[in-house]
């Protein structure tokens, strides 16, 4: 930010001395703060909650428009009855609601369309 600042001091100090060095410096200015921006995302972070009597052995999440799931976030991980767990998703997307799809070592499943974690904070699993 601070690199910005300083730039729009000398680019602005430019406009009376050189304009049109100045008009160049003011749109690369732009230019890098809009790039700069576009790549800022942040994870996802919520607690996976496991209020059954069974260990979670997949968790997969995937964006409300794909139509296939992600990879497993525990990867080889799991979660115990009675556990919570942090999870993160570090997907890129500047998105809140997903599709949750929780597997159990029993094999069951629990499937769910269209969660807000960012609104929840966490996602409690029960029987």
Known sequence: MKKIII??????????????????????????????NASETEDLVFN??????????ALQ????STRN???????????NPGETMEITIADGNKTCSYDILVTFSDNETVEE???????????????
């Not at 996976?48 to 052995?57: D, E, F, G, Q, Y």
Request: net charge negative; glycine share 4%; hydrophobic share 50%.
């Open 7 to 36: 730039s729009c001091i000398v680019g602005l100090m430019l406009v009376h001395v050189a304009p049109a060095l100045a008009n160049d410096l003011l749109s690369e200015i732009v230019t890098n703060v809009v790039e700069d």
């Open 113 to 127: 369309q269209n969660i807000d974690l960012c609104e929840l904070g966490s996602y409690t699993v029960e029987e």
């Open 48 to 57: 996976l909650i496991n209020k059954t009597s069974a260990k979670i052995v």
């Open 61 to 64: 999440v995937s964006t409300i």
């Open 69 to 79: 799931w992600e990879e497993n976030i525990l990867a080889g991980d799991f979660l």
